[in-house]
């Protein structure tokens, strides 16, 4: 009897375990697939905004002088004109390869490439607080042990001994994730097997479970960012895994190098955008990403071509195809344009016009963002009862040194 009431008490006892577990397991679910873009982008607050860089493919230790002057460049003009939270450096950080294109990257003196880019980065003042550089396919070439320079030259790979990095940045209103991984195949340190192969790319077993539990590490966060340096295409070893975690936690972007060519992204999901940044060595691209109330804005920058400007409100229904944050406009005289303006010099006017018609209308200058240096330009009086349902375009200039010019795509409803 006694022994039959234990073993009952078990049961039950193991009864309601197992249907506790249950519950923890679907609602620990639910905790990680919470992060969507359901966030209210479409916002009046003007005062939730950031911006941060990415660039890529620095290649410091080529023949020319672009690799130095343009890092340099880089640091000094970007702090100063964009003030940035943050810069991401997408990888190839160094070459190793062009410094002798004839008898190949073995003659290269490896450790002086490392050594030219940390002593940029120390002469710039640059920390890990503010710049997080991940490993390309040239920072492992002619190496015995891959990435090792990496890991002793690099910031983030001298200040983590990784390849990889995870990080959370507080905005004071909300909190976004980002991810920094390593793809670069361990079995292609030969710069000539790796360009004949296509240049592979590889994450491992061991950097997906680094990736999978830095996104469920603090999962309730406003927006999650990964950058890395190849396409996702080029993964021969664990695209699958690495796309269902894109897709599995809503992240917002994928940022990559690697093809020295901007371009004006796709989606690797309908949340993921996927942002090609061109070569900062070669091209002296970069790209600025600004996010207004979790609403992400993309534009593409020269290097030192001022001013650079970026429409954060309203967000373009296009970025990447279909843009799954972006709002319709609804007929109102009282609807809002936000844009961020970036110049050496002081900017005369910031003007907008709807479908490239009509007269140019003036926005203001906000100064209440970032202190005394505002790069806030708005309008609350943006007039759209006279536009047809359907689909527009708003054009925005600003007027410096130079007129430059930023389109985006919008709705009526
Ligand atoms: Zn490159």
Redesign the pocket.
């Given at each position: 009897m006694i022994l039959n009431v234990v073993k009952r008490k078990k049961i039950i006892f193991c009864i309601f375990s197992q249907v506790f577990l249950l519950f923890f397991i679907l609602t620990s679910f639910e905790i990680l697939k919470a992060e969507d873009f359901s966030d209210i982008t479409n916002s009046d607050d003007n005062s939730k905004i950031f911006w941060f860089t990415l660039i890529?493919?620095t290649?410091i230790g080529t023949p020319d002088a672009n690799d130095t002057n343009r890092l340099n460049s880089f640091f000094k003009s970007v702090k100063s004109v964009i003030n940035p939270k943050f810069i991401i450096n997408a990888?190839?950080l160094t070459d190793h390869v062009r410094c002798n294109l004839l008898t190949g990257g073995r003659t290269c003196d490896h450790l002086a490439q490392w050594k030219e880019y940390a002593n940029l980065i120390d002469a710039n003042k640059i920390q890990l607080d503010f710049y997080s550089d991940a490993p390309?396919?040239?920072d492992q070439y002619w190496e015995n042990i891959p990435l090792l320079y990496y890991r002793d030259y690099s910031v983030q790979g001298k200040a983590t001994g990784e390849n990889q990095r995870s990080w959370l940045f507080d905005a004071g209103y909300g909190t976004y994730k980002f991810i920094t991984i390593a793809t670069p195949h361990p079995g292609y340190t030969n710069a000539f097997d790796d360009r004949a192969a296509g240049c592979p790319s590889e994450l491992s077993d061991d950097e997906l479970n680094f990736i999978e539990n830095a996104l469920m590490y603090e999962n309730n966060v406003n927006l999650t960012f990964i950058f890395g340096h190849h396409p996702v295409q080029n993964l021969v070893i664990g695209r699958t895994r690495f796309l269902e975690l894109l897709n599995h936690f809503g992240v917002a972007m994928y940022g990559y190098?690697?093809t020295?060519r901007y371009s004006d992204s796709s989606r690797i999901s309908s949340n993921t955008l996927n942002l090609n940044v061109g070569?900062l060595w070669e091209r002296g691209q970069y790209a600025i990403i600004a996010i207004d109330n979790n609403g992400i804005s993309v534009s593409q920058a020269i290097i030192n071509q001022w001013p650079a400007i970026i429409i954060t409100k309203p967000l373009d229904r296009t970025l990447g195809g279909v843009n799954p944050q972006a709002y319709p406009i609804s007929p109102s005289q009282n609807n809002k344009i936000r844009v961020l303006v970036f110049g050496s010099m002081p900017t005369s006017q910031v003007l907008y016009r709807v479908d490239g018609l009509g007269s140019w209308l003036p926005l203001n200058k906000v100064r209440s963002l970032s202190n005394n240096n505002s790069h806030l330009w708005e309008t609350t009086s943006w007039n759209t009862t006279t536009l047809s349902p359907g689909i527009h375009t708003l054009q925005v200039k600003a007027v410096g040194l130079r007129t430059r010019y930023d389109t985006v795509t919008f709705e009526i409803k």
């Open positions: 890529s493919d290649h990888g190839d390309g396919n040239h190098g690697h020295h070569s």
